[in-house]
């Protein structure tokens, strides 16, 4: 995982800048269009005393709309700057993904278990997966940040942060 | 945890050094048999964002509990002041059993689920006690001519329909209910404003970009005493009891009711404590007990007066009676003003 | 003078032993709660405020609004290092704080963050002094209309700007827009585009958003170019600061530029943010550099930060003297002051000169107090980039995380930064520009509840915007800044 194994395979192009343009213009006009759409059913008018609660986002919707068709045109003929390209290569996706799943995986820990075991799991195997570091280095590190993440917001600020919700795993050690 | 004689800097290391020991040995749980008291921090959900009425009364709250110990944990405040509160009051309903979750409220325990049919209630959590009540005082700039309620109110059903601006808190809140009962006694409409916070309306005020307020006393006394706001009544049946000089000339007490100006409007805003559903009456008790301390501290009883709140206390079948009369007086008044949610 | 003397009494009470070094506690514990995103000011002071009842009055104010400036202090550091605005105010210095940091210039983009924060708030602190009751008036002329057309001018220094599609530009900004609407209209107490969720009632905060689109999405491009943060050659030692001094006189045009918007936004109140945006979009403007703004000029860094601290100070006249709170952390310092039995107004100072003179003299030396502790530390901040990687992202995340939970207190703002994070990553590979749609984030309601509050005034009436020299001016300066690229495009052609 580190950089000197970009072999050919990892040069290869997953997504072109094109194609993925197309995507994101379609997903911000069903976005546009629903907005417009919720707003309009709560009141889009300009009533007696100025707009009504939908005027503006239905406005919007419309703007968003409209403005991603655009997007969406120029990027079929391909006469965006943008449109030519890979959006992203195998080797980049790949780097990108060992971040973002762990990150996503770290996220669903919080909500399950809180945030201080996941904080010190999650660092811990981020050190040892992708800096390769001694495996009692990367716990120490881990715990040291959730202990003083604990003491700085629960102690000293008094913010309580997320507990779990399946499990609470502080409870084992009495806090 | 922490002493009220400890001077300031001498506090800081002991909180330190509490903290750090804390941690050390993990809290001891020391179960009376007895009565029931919190075993972890309490936390004390604020319906309303940082710097408004229940924002500062609840700090208040935390300040008090910490200086003369009241707790043996401590009180930490939470703002959850989403969908005009209706986060917060979610939450609460949601923890099912948890001793160690309350909640004060403003008026939004009313006026949120009807005006916007999320779907609470008091009914959902458990009453605990009534701390005080916050009156209303219907303010006008000082540079106007108007003397009293009547004067005003003349003047309003003269001009006609939505020549005078109200100022006030949010959208089909206490503070619109109050104007639409204005609106019936003067026989015709205000430009009801909507702001977001009772400080921003004061202000406006002052700066006669509107031409009247419904701004609880704590928000305008300061404009009050400079001479630059001038109350005309209280929304309440009797005048309010501080009889010590505020201004140069009057007490909170010479400020006329608004019945007698014609209005007969009695509205007050409960701040009061909830619990969550599904708690035992031990657990009710510690804290009815725990606020019956904090009401006798001088720092309470300073902010009473500031304030001009009245005190009326109450807890247990009492208060629960009170609520649910208030939350009668909710609907029908938001009936009448057509504030209710469509269905 | 009057106001000399009274400030020389302020400072024989500020300095006491005690409350010095209550303000090193203060600035120290701000700069804490400055850099980490999410606990901003107002949450900050909020939280520690009952640590103060035990103090006197004036030994409790002059810690909180240390813990105050330190906080305007500390947002900047990691905008510039990690390109993660701590604050709203210091979303702005990220655009050309972290390309600077990029390039190994992350000390100097520091050293001018500082820098220009003490010098903003040292003019307004200077203002305060001598002019708070004159100033004050002007803060009462504000009404809903003159709000709006503060917000009008914010939006039109900023349009614009972007190089890249304007289609791409109009969709972000509108973006922004929608994203701000959701939750309860302040006007008519309805939900809009809240789904039917209940989560969604409080809204999109826009810390979570830039949280995400910013910290988390940068973290995602720079495992792109492998496990490595670039500018990790930072120098790291002292004789960085004596350079960057030399380099900013160069830009004393930009300051007085940034020095009037700030103070003039923190009286009004528009608040630091918008003060710092506002900023930024007029010097780019205004400045000869002005396009090598985005690509990690200094001037880029000094405009907003300059801004920000002064509107943040200038925040506390309106405060102290009218009983206004100019910023939400103002506003829980005003709750302070009730607790401490102190009322503050436009008796306040009459009746507690001491207090308000001690508060005053603790600003000139809590702000240099916190100059000297953020300066001391550049290096260490500096160093914190040769941190290899491996432990850096995750610190980042974990603390994004602690972040975007503790703006609301949600769970579920942690998956809404995750998810912005991915959109962050790919708007900015396909080039839409991020900065319209989180000015219109943090604006967009603010405007639109103004606008909306302006035609209850005048009874749906357009004419109100036009309707007093004030507000009419305003609006004429904001139209003169919406077409000044075009007038600029006409000009060049002719």
Redesign the interface.
């Known amino acids: 995982m580190s950089t000197e194994d970009q072999a050919s395979p990892d040069k290869q192009a997953v997504i072109g800048n094109r194609a993925m343009e197309i995507i994101v213009a379609l997903l911000l006009l069903a976005f546009g269009a629903v907005i417009a759409w919720t707003s309009f059913k709560l009141g889009a008018k300009w009533g007696d005393d100025g707009p009504q609660a939908g005027y503006f986002p239905f406005y919007i919707g419309v703007i968003i709309a409209i403005s991603s068709v655009v997007t969406l045109v120029q990027a079929l003929r391909g006469t965006t700057g943008q449109s030519r390209g890979t959006f992203v290569e195998r080797g980049q996706l790949k780097q990108v993904l060992a971040v973002l799943i762990p990150a996503i995986v770290f996220v669903l820990a919080i909500q399950w278990f809180g945030i201080y075991l996941a904080a010190t799991v999650y660092i811990a195997v981020f050190m040892i997966w992708l800096g390769q570091y001694a495996w009692w280095k990367a716990v120490l590190l881990g715990v040291t940040v959730s202990v003083c993440v604990y003491l700085m917001f629960e102690v000293w600020f008094k913010v309580a942060l997320h507990k779990g919700s399946l499990y609470d795993p502080l409870s084992l050690i009495g806090l | 945890m922490v002493h ?1 004689h ?4 001498s ?2 290391i002991a ?2 050094a509490a ?2 020991l ?2 050390a040995m ?2 001891t ?1 020391s179960v009376n048999a007895a009565a029931w008291e919190p075993t ?2 309490v ?1 004390f959900v604020i319906p309303a ?4 009425g229940a ?2 009364m609840a ?2 709250i ?3 509990v ?2 003369h110990g009241l707790m043996k944990q ?1 009180l ?9 509160g ?2 917060g009051f ?1 939450s609460v309903k949601a923890a099912k059993g948890d001793a160690h979750k309350i909640v004060i409220t403003l008026s939004n325990l009313f006026t949120t689920p009807l ?2 049919g ?1 779907p609470f209630s008091y009914r959902d959590m458990t009453p605990v006690a009534m701390l005080a009540l916050d009156q209303f005082v219907l303010w006008v700039n000082a540079d106007t001519p108007y003397k009293t309620a009547k004067d005003y109110i003349e003047a309003v059903s003269k001009a006609g329909p ?1 020549k005078f ?1 109200m100022g006030g808190t ?4 206490e503070d619109q209910i109050l104007t639409v009962s204005l609106e019936k006694a003067t026989g015709t409409k205000f ?7 009772g ?2 309306v ?3 005020l ?2 006669k ?1 509107v031409d009247s307020t419904v701004n609880n006393p ?1 928000e305008a ?3 009050w ?2 001479g ?1 706001l001038r109350p005309l009544c209280v929304f309440d049946d009797t005048r309010m009891p501080y009889k010590q000089r505020v201004t140069a000339t009057m007490s909170w007490h010479d400020i006329p009711t608004c019945a007698e100006a014609g209005v007969p409007t009695d509205y007050v805003m409960l701040r009061g404590i909830f619990m969550p559903p599904g708690v035992t009456q031990d657990q009710v008790n510690f804290y009815v007990e725990l606020f019956r301390k904090v009401r006798e501290t001088p ?1 309470w009883k ?2 009473m007066e ?2 001009a709140f009245n005190q009326t206390f109450m807890s247990g079948k009492e208060y629960a009676a009170w609520v649910e009369k208030a939350e009668r007086q909710h609907r029908e008044l938001m009936k009448e003003a057509g ?1 209710l949610a469509k269905p | 003078m009057e106001e000399i003397n009274a400030l020389m009494h302020g400072f024989s009470v500020a300095l006491s032993p005690f409350n010095l070094l209550l303000m090193f506690v203060g600035v120290t514990l701000g700069v804490i709660i400055g850099v980490l995103p999410g606990l901003g000011g107002a949450n900050g002071i909020a939280i520690l405020l009952p640590l103060t009842f035990t103090m006197p009055p004036t030994s409790a104010i002059i810690m909180l609004s240390c813990i105050y400036w330190g906080a305007l202090f500390g947002g900047a550091i990691t905008s510039v290092l990690f390109n993660i605005p701590g604050e709203p105010w210091s979303v702005a210095t990220t655009f050309d704080g972290y390309p600077m940091s990029q390039q190994g210039r992350a000390g100097e983009a520091l050293t001018a963050a500082f820098t220009s924060s003490f010098i903003g708030a040292f003019v307004a602190v200077v203002m305060i002094t001598f002019l708070a009751p004159l100033v004050a008036k002007f803060a009462l002329k504000f009404g809903p209309p003159e709000f709006f057309s503060v917000y009008f001018l914010t939006f039109c220094s900023f349009i614009g700007m972007g190089k890249g599609s304007p289609w791409k530009t109009l969709t972000a900004m509108m973006l922004g827009f929608a994203l701000a609407a959701v939750g309860m209209d302040t006007v008519t107490g309805q939900l809009r585009l809240t789904f039917g969720f209940h989560e969604l009632m409080r809204g999109f905060d826009f810390l979570v958003a830039v949280i995400g689109l910013f910290g988390i999405g940068e973290i995602l491009l720079s495992m792109e170019e492998g496990l490595k943060f670039s500018g990790s050659k930072a120098r790291i030692n002292m004789k960085v600061v004596i350079e960057t001094w030399k380099k900013l006189p160069m830009y004393w045009l930009t300051y007085v530029r940034s020095c009037v918007i700030g103070c003039w936004m923190g009286i009004t109140p528009g608040g630091a943010t918008p003060a710092s945006f506002m900023s930024y979009g007029v010097a780019k403007r205004m400045s000869p550099n002005g396009a090598q703004f985005g690509k990690g000029h200094i001037e880029g860094v000094v405009a907003p930060e300059t801004a920000a601290h002064a509107a943040g100070t200038s925040a506390l006249l309106p405060m102290l003297s009218l009983g206004i709170p100019g910023s939400p952390t103002a506003a829980v310092l005003l709750g302070g002051l009730l607790i401490w039995g102190l009322q503050p107004g436009p008796l306040l100072f009459v009746e507690k000169k001491e207090f308000v003179w001690g508060l005053i003299a603790s600003m000139y030396l809590g702000n240099l107090a916190g100059l000297i502790i953020v300066l001391t530390c550049v290096p260490l901040f500096a160093a914190i980039l040769r941190i290899p990687f491996s432990i850096v992202a995750p610190l980042i995340i974990v603390i994004c995380a602690i972040g975007a939970f503790t703006v609301h207190n949600a769970m579920l703002d942690i998956w809404f930064m995750m998810f912005f994070g991915v959109v962050g990553y790919i708007f900015k590979k396909l080039d839409y520009p991020m900065a319209p749609m989180v000015l219109a984030l943090v604006l967009g309601d603010r405007a639109e509840d103004s606008f909306r509050q302006a035609m209850l005034i005048s009874q749906g009436n357009l004419s109100v915007f036009f309707s007093n020299w004030l507000v009419g001016g305003i609006m004429a300066l904001g139209l003169v800044m919406l077409f000044w690229p075009l007038v600029n495009k006409l000009r060049g052609r002719a």
């Open positions: 009220g400890f001077s300031g800097n506090r800081m909180i330190l903290a750090a804390g941690w993990g809290s749980p972890k921090p936390e964002g940082t710097g408004g924002d500062q700090r208040l935390q300040g008090i910490a200086k401590s930490i405040p939470v703002n959850r002041s989403g969908g005009a209706a986060e979610l005006a916007t999320v939505n601006k949010g959208s089909r809140q430009t009801y404003l909507p702001f977001k916070g400080g921003d004061a202000v406006q002052v700066g970009h704590i006394v300061a404009q005493r400079a630059t720092e300073r902010f500031d304030g504030f």
